[in-house]
């Protein structure tokens, strides 16, 4: 029986499998199937937020994983989507574990999908939260014509992408930023307004009133 109940103090824990060595995090109330938690791109098992993963191990049992190549996990990060669903149910198979329930987050999110496709009878239940299917062929010219002409060139270094992605969260912070501004002066303004109508509503007192 596990007794720990926090991502906190949950120790971190190696499996072997596939010729790798994961690691791993596995706390929370044991009933029922047990629930895998997949990170976001670049996220390891401490980007989980106490949180959630702390209000969810109070009725589950919780697994956190890193995927090969990936925090205190062996490997090198596979190169598709495929490849870390299969490290993913590698992983699984060495925890003798023959069902049990995903939760994908963002990047996760298309691995568990995977899992899903690949693996139906382990899975009883899936969780998408922050995702989409994973990309093929040709999807930034589908879905983001105004990035594809960056992240199609071949001579386009990994700092200039970073660059156009940090100007393009400064024009959202500017434009965040604007909007707020103009909400505070509508609001000033409509005080302004209330106070004048007020003002105007009011009886007029006359030179001979005595407060």
């Excluded at 390891?44 to 994983?65: G, K, Q, S, V």
């Excluded at 200039?160 to 501004?181: F, L």
Aim: aromatic share 8%.
């Amino acid at each position: 029986m596990i007794q720990v109940a926090s991502n906190i103090t949950a120790p971190t824990q190696f499996i072997d499998a596939n010729n790798e060595r994961y690691a791993y995090r596995r706390f929370g109330k044991v009933s029922g199937y047990p629930l895998l938690l997949l990170q976001h791109f670049t996220g390891t098992l401490d980007n989980w937020d106490p949180a959630l993963t702390d209000r969810l191990a109070i009725d589950r049992e919780l697994i956190l994983f890193d995927n090969a190549g990936v925090g205190r996990s062996s490997g090198t990060v596979p190169k598709t989507i495929a490849g870390m669903a299969q490290h993913a149910c590698a992983f699984l198979k060495a925890l003798k574990l023959d069902t049990c329930d995903v939760l994908g987050f963002s990047l996760g999110g298309m691995v568990a999908q995977q899992m899903v496709q690949d693996f139906p009878s382990v899975f009883r239940r899936v969780l998408l939260v922050g995702t989409a299917p994973r990309g093929g062929e040709d999807i930034m010219h589908l879905e983001k014509p105004s990035l594809s002409k960056y992240l199609n060139d071949p001579a386009l270094t990994v700092s200039r992408v970073g660059a156009v992605h940090r100007r393009a969260i400064r024009r959202s912070q500017e434009h965040c930023a604007t909007n707020a501004r103009r909400q505070r002066y509508l609001r000033r303004d409509d005080s302004r307004s209330e106070f004048l109508l007020a003002e105007r509503k009011s009886p007029q007192r006359g030179a001979d009133d005595v407060s």
